[in-house]
């Protein structure tokens, strides 16, 4: 069989959803499936780019075929790339989909590969309706979804959008695999001193790129709450700012968090991950709003237990009272939640069922959910 993966890979910082195109190709490849990945020569727009650099300086994965071709806003370059496409005839052709805004390049690239008549076209849906809506998503989002003969998605609340603008198209609902990747656990006492951390502290992980959605404001405001003040809970933030770093870093000076706060607001390389999850004693993940997170399935491999908000799909990985605790979306709620995680002292019980639990975030089971549209 011969397989082609739509979306971001190397060089570009596409976060997880690169990792995880990257990692299924792996997967395929060891099922014994030809695979190319065709990404993104512009991905973005630069004055759309809210990072400060698209790309990795990282060395490319090994054994994978990445051709970088697909420009986002060229449609010549959509032709060119469809017509290759469909004149491959690839068995199946798997497109990442995960905001609007790509919507016309992948849509008329999709619809020159349906000319062949016979590649199957299976979308994986990291979201449907964008976290941050603008006028036009959903006619976007349908002339998409048009050219598919299915779509997965990895939690409830995207198949629930997918499904209240086409309720006719063919979906499976799979788990998020784990992003097992990142190179293994290492001692939290080394980990620690890799980043310069006490041993001793008391330490929360906010990580992944910081937009307003996920709620770090909030999780600063809950630190700053009298009963975690005197648990002498502190923060570790890992990931890059995408807009209002000045607010962040006033809001850290108002709420004299500057001691109990260590920032390290840069691009967060894949070598790196494992230091920072490894340093920790739980992932907080404050979201407003929130489809799946690939944060929860990076903490699941490393073992962390989570506190996570009761929006979108996220009770549905993080199982309240297992592997973690879930709360209401807001400064009260997520303090209450790290009260009970340090109070209580259960994170080795959470530590143990997270390593039940995760057998089943496999890649060979996802594989096999996207395959089964083949039958």
Same mark, same amino acid.
């Not at 620690?192 to 959605?213: M, T, V």
């Not at 990985?317 to 400064?331: A, F, H, M, Q």
């Given at each position: 069989?011969?397989?082609?993966?739509?979306?971001?890979?190397?060089?570009?910082?596409?976060?997880?959803?690169?990792?995880?195109?990257?990692? %299924?190709? /792996?997967?395929?490849?060891?099922?014994?499936?030809?695979?190319?990945?065709?990404?993104?020569?512009?991905?973005?727009?630069?004055?759309?780019?809210?990072?400060?650099?698209?790309?990795?300086?990282?060395?490319?994965?090994?054994?994978?075929?990445?051709?970088?071709?697909?420009?986002?806003?060229?449609?010549?370059?959509?032709?060119?790339?469809?017509?290759?496409?469909?004149?491959? !005839?690839?068995?199946? /052709?798997?497109?990442?989909?995960?905001?609007?805004?790509?919507?016309?390049?992948?849509?008329?690239?999709?619809?020159?590969?349906?000319?062949?008549?016979?590649?199957?076209?299976?979308?994986?849906?990291?979201?449907?309706?964008?976290?941050? !809506?603008?006028?036009?998503?959903?006619?976007?989002?349908?002339?998409?979804?048009?050219?598919?003969?299915?779509?997965?998605?990895?939690?409830?609340?995207?198949?629930?959008?997918?499904?209240?603008?086409?309720?006719?198209?063919?979906?499976?609902?799979?788990?998020?695999?784990?992003?097992?990747?990142?190179?293994?656990?290492?001692?939290? *006492?080394?980990?620690?001193?890799?980043?310069?951390?006490?041993?001793?502290?008391?330490?929360?992980?906010?990580?992944?790129?910081?937009? *307003?959605?996920?709620?770090?404001?909030?999780?600063?405001?809950?630190?700053?709450?009298?009963?975690?003040?005197?648990?002498?809970?502190?923060?570790?933030?890992?990931?890059?700012?995408?807009?209002?770093?000045?607010?962040?870093?006033?809001?850290?000076?108002?709420?004299?968090?500057?001691?109990?706060?260590?920032?390290?607001?840069?691009?967060?390389?894949?070598?790196?991950?494992?230091?920072?999850?490894?340093?920790?004693?739980?992932?907080?993940?404050?979201?407003?709003?929130?489809?799946?997170?690939?944060?929860?399935?990076?903490?699941?491999?490393?073992?962390?237990?989570?506190?996570?908000?009761?929006?979108?799909?996220?009770?549905? %990985?993080?199982?309240?009272?297992?592997?973690?605790?879930?709360?209401?979306?807001?400064?009260?709620?997520?303090? %209450?939640?790290?009260?009970?995680?340090?109070?209580?002292?259960?994170?080795?019980?959470?530590?143990?069922?997270?390593?039940?639990?995760?057998?089943?975030?496999?890649?060979?089971?996802?594989?096999? *959910?996207?395959?089964?549209?083949?039958?």
């Amino acid at each position: 069989m011969r397989i082609a993966i739509v979306g971001p890979a190397h060089p570009l910082r596409g976060g997880g959803i690169s990792s995880f195109n990257e990692r %299924l190709a /792996l997967h395929f490849q060891s099922e014994g499936y030809h695979v190319d990945i065709y990404s993104f020569s512009l991905q973005y727009p630069n004055f759309l780019f809210p990072g400060k650099s698209q790309y990795t300086d990282e060395p490319a994965p090994k054994n994978l075929n990445i051709f970088t071709k697909i420009n986002s806003v060229n449609p010549f370059n959509w032709y060119k790339v469809g017509k290759e496409l469909r004149e491959k !005839k690839y068995d199946l /052709l798997i497109v990442r989909f995960w905001m609007p805004f790509f919507a016309p390049c992948l849509g008329y690239i999709l619809k020159q590969v349906r000319k062949n008549k016979s590649s199957k076209i299976v979308c994986i849906a990291d979201n449907i309706i964008p976290h941050e !809506k603008r006028w036009g998503d959903k006619m976007l989002i349908r002339f998409f979804l048009g050219k598919l003969d299915g779509c997965v998605t990895m939690s409830q609340s995207v198949m629930k959008d997918l499904k209240s603008i086409d309720p006719s198209i063919p979906t499976i609902l799979a788990d998020h695999p784990l992003y097992d990747n990142y190179g293994d656990k290492v001692p939290k *006492r080394v980990a620690r001193q890799r980043l310069d951390i006490p041993a001793e502290d008391k330490i929360l992980l906010f990580f992944g790129f910081i937009r *307003r959605y996920k709620g770090l404001d909030m999780l600063l405001d809950a630190l700053a709450n009298e009963r975690i003040s005197q648990i002498g809970v502190k923060l570790l933030i890992a990931g890059e700012f995408y807009g209002e770093k000045e607010y962040y870093l006033q809001k850290i000076k108002e709420l004299k968090l500057e001691d109990r706060v260590f920032l390290h607001t840069h691009f967060i390389a894949n070598a790196e991950v494992a230091t920072y999850f490894s340093a920790s004693d739980a992932v907080v993940l404050p979201y407003r709003s929130a489809t799946q997170s690939g944060i929860t399935q990076i903490a699941y491999h490393f073992d962390i237990p989570m506190i996570a908000t009761d929006v979108g799909g996220l009770p549905e %990985l993080v199982k309240d009272g297992r592997v973690g605790w879930i709360v209401p979306s807001d400064e009260q709620g997520i303090a %209450l939640g790290i009260q009970k995680f340090y109070k209580d002292d259960i994170s080795l019980n959470f530590i143990e069922n997270i390593q039940k639990d995760k057998k089943k975030y496999s890649w060979e089971v996802f594989g096999h *959910r996207i395959l089964s549209f083949l039958e």
